[in-house]
Nanobody, 125 residues
Framework: QVQLVESGGGLVQAGGSLRLSCAASGRAFSPYAMGWFRQAPGKERDFVGAIKRSDGKIEYADSVKGRFTISRDNTKNTVYLQMNSLKPDDTAVYYC??????????????????WGQGTQVTVSS
């Protein structure tokens, strides 16, 4: 049984920063990739970014490029999302997800088998 637990969300002013963490637990947890998604009220869950476990290949959504950074610590089964220069439009529930099989398109939600419970990020103007 794989569990993903996000932490680090909160309330921040526009221009501020937050760092989200996603800790994974479970036997022999070795995902192909870990992704971050977000969902604002009344909207679909959107891709934010993802990192491939083996070689660290990273992909970001255009809306966060240059502001958000994904990193990983495989020894701790943890991925991070450093969010800088936050905007009110970044307000959403942020989810981490694990893709256990080969995933050619990181932004494809259906390719992720496990999801965390989400953490709220609110950016005030």
């Amino acid at each position: 049984q794989v569990q993903l637990v996000e932490s680090g969300g909160g309330l921040v002013q526009a221009g501020g920063s937050l760092r989200l963490s996603c800790a994974a637990s479970g036997r022999a947890f070795s995902p192909y990739a870990m992704g971050w998604f977000r969902q604002a009220p009344g909207k679909e869950r959107d891709f934010v970014g993802a990192i491939k476990r083996s070689d660290g290949k990273i992909e970001y959504a255009d809306s966060v490029k240059g502001r958000f950074t994904i990193s990983r610590d495989n020894t701790k089964n943890t991925v991070y999302l450093q969010m800088n220069s936050l905007k009110p439009d970044d307000t959403a529930v942020y989810y981490c997800a694990a893709a256990m099989n080969t995933l050619y398109v990181f932004r494809w939600k259906q390719g992720y088998q496990y999801w965390g419970q989400g953490t709220q990020v609110t950016v005030s103007s």
